[in-house]
């Protein structure tokens, strides 16, 4: 045996132990308001930071000199720490960033949750995205927010035809999948004219989302507890929004007739999803595919295969040719790729004619 490649392939193991420490640090981070601290403040002692955020400081110093290790915050010479501006749109700004990422972080799967996973894999019927918790509604919202609040009225309805003008005089919305509520109340408060109806089947998704329409005081947003298939049937839909949710669905076909039954004929559909292409050599190209079959086995295919009969797509199943094909089998005749520069995802405009 080549004992130096073993040590090389050990080398690479490890790093992905090292990766779940480092998730833990910057969800930790995040949660105690640690990378808020450093923005935008310049260089800080530990002992600063810590008086900032009313934390202890021996344990803010070796959080920071884990960070610096990381290469996620710079370390000055004097000891100091600073988080520079491009960090900062990363793991701080997420108001203002599209490149916000530190809400994604969880803290790591708790062993209920893995045992669930493990089972899983023993009788081949995954685990609802409701069963997966609070966290993972929670964490989803602030992972996909950011596009939903700062692109999704500025950039990626202006690119559809018509769209924005009949938002503007009043239609009728329905967000598919609405989670948390960030897209629901993002339309709600852009387009005060609308009326934005967010639908889930997660108890638990819904219970956030009425908890942010409650805070934001509109009107205009109403939420309802069951799956796309319980639209009514009656036309008057003229926008449907299916984001991050149809690979997650057992059945998506049936999600897309229904949604099809629910819309004007002249109304649009915009579905966002994940980049794929189908092809597995191509998507190696990607660095981060293997985050993607992680998300997949333990959320994406799990909801996907909650249900016996389940299409099972999972995170990666919906590329542009699978898309397609689901989509016209509904009764689209219209099919509209757009790439608005979103590194996870593609975006797909539908009409009837």
């Not at 203002?96 to 799967?109: D, E, M, Y």
Request: proline share 3%; glycine share 12%.
């Amino acid at each position: 045996m080549d004992n130096d490649a073993v040590k090389q392939f050990a080398f690479k193991v490890w790093s992905y132990k090292m990766g779940e420490q480092v998730s833990l640090m910057i969800h930790l981070g995040d949660r105690l308001g640690l990378y808020r601290v450093l923005n935008g403040t310049g260089p800080m002692t530990s002992e600063a930071v810590a008086a900032e955020t009313g934390l202890d400081e021996r344990f803010v110093r070796e959080w920071l000199l884990g960070q610096a290790a990381s290469k996620l915050i710079e370390r000055h010479d004097d000891g100091r720490f600073q988080l520079t501006e491009v960090q900062a749109a990363v793991l701080a700004d997420e108001d203002g960033s599209l490149a916000f990422a530190a809400g994604a972080f969880r803290g790591g799967t708790d062993p209920g949750g893995v045992d669930a996973l493990v089972e899983s894999f023993r009788t081949g019927i995954g685990v609802t995205y409701e069963q997966q918790g609070t966290a993972a509604a929670a964490g989803l919202a602030r992972m996909t927010g950011p596009w939903s609040r700062l692109a999704l009225t500025s950039v990626i309805l202006p690119a559809l035809d018509g769209v924005v003008s009949k938002l503007e005089s009043g239609a009728t919305v329905i967000d598919i999948g609405c989670g948390a509520g960030v897209t629901a109340t993002t339309i709600g408060a852009t387009y005060p004219a609308s009326r934005c109806i967010g639908y889930d089947p997660s108890a638990v998704a819904i219970e956030l989302a009425r908890e942010r329409v409650a805070e934001s005081g509109l009107d205009n947003v109403e939420l309802v507890h069951a799956a796309a298939e319980a639209l009514p049937a009656d036309g008057s839909a003229d926008l449907v929004l299916c984001f991050d949710c149809l690979h997650d669905m057992p059945r998506p076909d049936l999600a897309l007739a229904a949604i099809r039954a629910a819309m004007a004929d002249d109304g649009t559909l915009l579905i966002k999803d994940i980049r794929s292409t189908g092809d597995f050599d191509t998507d190696r190209k990607n660095p981060l595919l293997a985050l993607f079959y992680g998300f997949s086995v333990a959320s994406c295919l799990q909801s996907a295969r909650s249900e016996p009969g389940g299409m099972g797509l999972g995170t990666l199943g919906l590329y542009p040719g699978k898309m397609q094909e689901l989509v016209t089998e509904a009764g689209f005749g219209s099919f509209v790729e757009h790439d608005f520069d979103d590194a996870a995802n593609l975006y797909y405009e539908a009409r009837v004619a």
